[in-house]
């Protein structure tokens, strides 16, 4: 396949031709030419098709297409970062807020309130257990479950994607464990919440597992998730977190955690809609009608 680079602002002027010998060439050998070429970093590349004197879709990873000879117009990224890393620096500083509030408890509430409630109640207790817990599987997922189809992002997104996680979890963290923190009354409602929080923690994993298994390495094709609560909605993964976070917010009585599973749930709902019309898209009538996008038999 001929390959030829061509300016992303001038499509006449000619950056670069080179012939890609493999027999289905991919993006992955496209841009490992193009370094030999240019010297610009693989991770660093990005290509648009350009057709009929217009610039086109993205080129995403995996086979190119299959024309013999192929224009591209060619734009340098930023810094970039690796998935995994922005995932690890997204997820330690939410699984560090509640140690790192409680262990800074002198510092940050009254003295007069330390007085009156000096160590936590139990179900602060099991508030700082949980919360900590979801964000230590979190990492946990990170490096030995999730699959990522790009290898790299702007550096920037560390802190784009982590301010939501950062700023609740040290919101959350706050008033839980503020010495003045009036729990539940009802113990049972407590306890069966918590259980039910580790329930959909377990299942919430369990997605992803089922998600991460439905790749081979290298394989960055589409397909259709399979078994478990994937037969009933789209997004179970999204489901059970949100439900999660609601159980949460039961257990705990916090408005803060209130807001924080409000602000994830809709979040939440826009990404699954997103997934649910492309994969339909893709996939056509082979994609299950009777499959709803979140929520079970509901929407």
């Not at 024309?67 to 930023?78: D, E």
Request: glycine share 4%.
């Amino acid at each position: 396949m001929k390959i030829t680079v061509v300016n992303r602002r001038n499509f006449s002027d000619i950056q670069d031709e080179f012939t890609l010998s493999q027999k289905n060439p991919s993006l992955t050998d496209l841009k490992k030419e193009f370094f030999k070429c240019s010297g610009v970093d693989v991770n660093r590349q990005y290509f648009n098709v350009v057709e009929n004197g217009k610039r086109g879709a993205g080129l995403r990873p995996g086979p190119l297409p299959d024309v013999p000879h192929l224009t591209v117009c060619f734009k340098k990224l930023g810094l970039q970062v690796g998935y995994r890393t922005v995932f690890f620096v997204e997820y330690l500083v939410p699984m560090l807020a509640f140690p790192l509030v409680y262990l800074a408890r002198g510092l940050i509430y009254s003295n007069d309130s330390l007085q009156a409630n000096p160590i936590l109640s139990w179900q602060q207790q099991l508030a700082f257990v949980l919360h900590t817990l979801h964000f230590f599987k979190r990492e946990l997922e990170t490096f030995f479950v999730h699959k990522f189809s790009n290898a790299t992002m702007p550096v920037f997104n560390i802190f784009k994607n982590s301010s939501y996680y950062w700023m609740y979890a040290f919101l959350c963290a706050y008033f839980v464990l503020h010495p003045l923190y009036t729990p539940p009354q009802n113990d049972i409602q407590v306890i069966v919440s918590a259980v039910l929080f580790v329930v959909c923690l377990l299942c919430n994993g369990y997605c992803h597992i089922i998600l991460s298994n439905l790749r081979k390495p290298g394989d960055n094709s589409k397909h259709i998730p399979r078994g478990f609560f994937f037969e009933l909605v789209t997004c179970p993964n999204y489901f059970f977190e949100i439900t999660e976070w609601f159980l949460f917010f039961v257990e705990t009585q916090s408005i803060a955690v209130l807001l924080f599973a409000l602000t994830g749930a809709a979040q939440m709902w826009v990404w699954a809609v997103g997934k649910h019309k492309n994969l339909k898209k893709t996939f056509g009538d082979k994609y299950p009608r009777n499959r709803k996008v979140l929520v079970p038999f509901l929407v």
